[in-house]
């Protein structure tokens, strides 16, 4: 994938959930009108399916959804969320102390934390719950659909964006993702594509054009 170049009869991308995504991952479905949710897959150790990172006056900060039994041979959907652990409390302090002054926080922090305290027992419930409102919030009008079997390979009119964008190791979102910088809470020098929330938190209704400069064409 050496070029993001999206042909222009091309209205459909693949793509994995992820938890609270990151600046990459909504600039590079930015001009899809379609997004299809890979539904099917195997769920991935150590990838952004389960995490997220955010800028804290300590630096940048990994926020972990723990999960039950999660290995690469469990379908998706069928991995739980591990709330032996109190994380939907650690997450929440963690955004708030990060950006509870952030200019846009208040504007959207409530409807957020009503859906990390909401115990869904699935990892890609919340998630898909999680990419909703995110969606909102970007005023991107957008249909998701979800995949019903895996295929290694999609039709034509298909973008394939499924493994491109990870955590570790063989990332790819240089070939998609341009960063733009903004003014962040902490720190001297930008940092790049943190979870939408850092963006979001303090750019408010400007986070779509921000995204969309992002793209890399």
């Known amino acids: 994938?050496?070029?993001?170049?999206?042909?222009?009869?091309?209205?459909?991308?693949?793509?994995?959930?992820?938890?609270?995504?990151g600046l990459?991952?909504?600039?590079a479905i930015s001009p899809f009108d379609t997004v299809w949710l890979e539904a099917a897959e195997h769920y991935q150790k150590q990838s952004y399916r389960n995490r997220c990172y955010v800028l804290t006056a300590n630096g940048v900060d990994r926020l972990t959804v723990p999960v039950l039994d999660g290995t690469h041979h469990q379908p998706i959907r069928n991995v739980r969320i591990d709330y032996r652990q109190p994380w939907p409390d650690r997450h929440w302090q963690s955004l708030v102390a990060a950006y509870?002054?952030?200019?846009?926080?208040?504007?959207?922090?409530q409807e957020l934390r009503t859906v990390l305290i909401a115990n869904r027992?699935?990892?890609?419930?919340?998630?898909?719950?999680l990419l909703t409102i995110c969606l909102k919030w970007l005023g991107w009008k957008k249909e998701v659909r979800l995949t019903e079997t895996f295929e290694k390979q999609v039709d034509d009119d298909f973008f394939d964006l499924h493994g491109k964008l990870k955590a570790r190791g063989d990332d790819q979102s240089g070939s998609i993702y341009r960063p733009v910088s903004y003014p962040q809470n902490f720190g001297n020098v930008f940092v790049p594509n943190l979870s939408?929330?850092?963006?979001?938190?303090?750019?408010?209704?400007?986070s779509s054009d921000v995204l969309k400069e992002s793209l890399r064409q």
């Open 196 to 206: 939408l929330m850092d963006l979001i938190f303090n750019q408010g209704p400007h």
């Open 1 to 21: 994938m050496e070029k993001y170049q999206v042909g222009s009869l091309c209205r459909n991308v693949r793509i994995e959930l992820h938890y609270l995504p």
């Open 24 to 27: 990459a991952y909504f600039a």
């Open 100 to 109: 509870g002054k952030a200019p846009f926080f208040e504007y959207y922090a």
């Open 121 to 129: 027992k699935f990892l890609f419930d919340l998630n898909l719950e």
